[in-house]
């Protein structure tokens, strides 16, 4: 249950290292500060800094159902699911859809599984493209020769404020539920099941929430630490760039000079044929080469 719902860094993770990283977590939680700068830093080497906070949701699906840590991989996953149309969703009628319907027509056989999505993907397409056309409700087809009452219309077409509402109402159902509204969105604390307003229903909650912010808190000053890192590697870079183009400089200027010393004597042996330079010193000839 917990290991489909968790972040892919995790399911990508092998058997073996999400256990040494499980183990790690639980490691920390002996500890006063299980969320320290020191602790955070060990993590590094199973995610980014910014995903931190997964791996700690993570931690909290495995200390509810061991499964998320020791179940498949997520390409054994991939192996196993069926590979869907690009664009699928965004097609009226796929042709992956309405092929096999119009193969067993041409056969005079009824394929009602292949009838059967292809309308169930027809009627949701329809339903997902109407949501913002609040100047005409969603009504079954005038073909069907239906009646439909005030009270049915308004459940085909829920506003979002009735989505939201409805959606907050089921996560407040349960033993111990209080009504007390989130003011912040409470995602990362059942195991990154949730990414949407949540009620708070437990002390756990709140202590979750707490170490939650503890985390962040460190991740913020590490990131600091890291920002102040570049910005002093980037301030030597740049020193040591100015330092070479100087250095450069100052070697054309150089240069210049010894060749406008130079080129009256040059253009005196050049002029006097290929004889008289072959007949001179290695240094005299080098100068010609580098200078003339």
Not at 253 to 282: H, I, R, S
Request: glycine share 4%; charged share 25%.
């Amino acid at each position: 249950m917990y290991f489909k719902s968790t972040p892919i860094l995790w399911r990508r993770l092998s058997i073996e290292v999400r256990q040494e990283c499980f183990a790690l977590i639980d490691g920390f939680h002996c500890g006063l500060e299980p969320w320290g700068h020191g602790n955070v830093l060990q993590l590094l080497k199973y995610a980014s800094l910014e995903n931190i906070p997964k791996l700690r949701a993570c931690y909290l699906a495995g200390k509810k159902d061991y499964a998320a840590v020791v179940q498949g991989t997520a390409e054994e996953e991939d192996d196993a699911a069926p590979i869907p149309e690009p664009f699928i969703w965004a097609t009226y009628k796929p042709e992956s859809l309405t092929w096999p319907v119009k193969l067993a027509r041409e056969s005079s056989i009824r394929n009602l599984n292949a009838e059967q999505q292809l309308f169930t993907h027809v009627t949701n397409f329809v339903a997902r493209n109407h949501w913002d056309k609040s100047s005409t409700d969603l009504l079954p087809s005038p073909f069907l020769d239906i009646e439909v009452s005030q009270v049915q219309s308004a459940l085909l077409n829920p506003s979002m404020k009735d989505v939201i509402l409805g959606k907050l109402i089921h996560e407040s159902m349960g033993e111990g539920a209080k009504t007390k509204v989130s003011a912040r969105r409470l995602d990362m604390i059942n195991g990154n099941v949730s990414s949407f307003s949540r009620f708070l229903n437990s002390a756990d909650q709140l202590e979750s929430i707490k170490s939650m912010y503890e985390l962040n808190s460190v991740i913020a000053t590490i990131t600091a630490e890291q920002d102040g890192e570049k910005a002093e590697k980037a301030a030597a870079k740049k020193i040591m760039e100015e330092e070479k183009e100087k250095k450069k400089t100052l070697e054309v200027q150089q240069f210049m000079a010894k060749k406008l010393e130079l080129m009256p004597v040059l253009t005196e042996n050049v002029a006097k044929g290929l004889d008289y330079v072959c007949g001179l010193t290695n240094p005299q000839m080098k100068e010609i080469l580098i200078y003339f």
